[in-house]
T-cell receptor, first 115, second 113 residues
Framework: AQSVAQPEDQVNVAEGNPLTVKCTYSVSGNPYLFWYVQYPNRGLQFLLK????DNLVKGSYGFEAEFNKSQTSFHLKKPSALVSDSALYFC?????????????WGAGTKLIIKP | DGGITQSPKYLFRKEGQNVTLSCEQNLNHDAMYWYRQDPGQGLRLIYY???????QKGDIAEGYSVSREKKESFPLTVTSAQKNPTAFYLCASSPRGDTGELFFGEGSRLTVL
């Protein structure tokens, strides 16, 4: 079965430190992977995606993600965290099992950046 | 500016009442989606539509209905048959193609009293 796992419900990081939000996946075909961010009581915003090519993908707000095929992971990273990065982060993968397009979502990771 | 507009942002309903959540987009996107978000569960797909006058059930369609009479509009009705309707509802759209990038509205929070 195709799935996405975000193993940490919450990640706490001090401002200025590097941050990592973890995501692992299981898919039957080529993985199309995505990260979205959600601020409180708001909709989701697209951060970045991996379709093919370079394993290091750069996205919005200084975020990047590293695709690791052998570990089936797509961790989100940022070299220096800001308090404004505090939000809920979702990893998603394209569902290849159905005949129509769908995303499979992780449960989300709450990122808290402390001043 | 182009985007997706959901209304109302907050809605209270008594048990047994149907309610309709509005979703309008001016991005000229072909595909539109409705998701339900509950704490700790991520997003679950209710319905989606890839073209006008056509839509498909998602993972949790029971107790919900939709229509797609216009390209820019995809309203969701939460019926009295939905056993646990209190949730945050998100509408999204995407252009035709396989990019996987969804554009989301700001959401509608429905509370059943």
């Amino acid at each position: 079965a195709q799935s996405v796992a975000q193993p940490e419900d919450q990640v706490n990081v001090a401002e200025g430190n590097p941050l990592t939000v973890k995501c692992t996946y299981s898919v039957s075909g080529n993985p199309y992977l995505f990260w979205y961010v959600q601020y409180p009581n708001r909709g989701l915003q697209f951060l970045l995606k991996y379709i093919t090519g370079d394993n290091l993908v750069k996205g919005s707000y200084g975020f990047e993600a590293e695709f690791n095929k052998s570990q089936t992971s797509f961790h989100l990273k940022k070299p220096s965290a800001l308090v404004s990065d505090s939000a809920l982060y979702f990893c998603a993968v394209r569902d290849w099992a159905g005949s129509n397009y769908q995303l499979i979502w992780g449960a989300g990771t709450k990122l808290i950046i402390k001043p | 500016d182009g985007g997706i507009t959901q209304s109302p942002k907050y809605l209270f309903r008594k048990e047994g009442q149907n309610v309709t959540l509005s979703c309008e987009q001016n991005l000229n996107h072909d595909a539109m989606y409705w998701y339900r978000q509950d704490p700790g569960q991520g997003l679950r797909l209710i319905y989606y539509s890839q073209i006008v006058n056509d839509f498909q059930k998602g993972d949790i369609a029971e107790g919900y209905s939709v229509s797609r009479e216009k390209k820019e509009s995809f309203p969701l009705t939460v019926t009295s048959a939905q056993k646990n309707p209190t949730a945050f509802y998100l509408c999204a759209s995407s252009p035709r193609g396989d990019t996987g990038e969804l554009f989301f509205g700001e959401g509608s929070r429905l509370t059943v009293l």
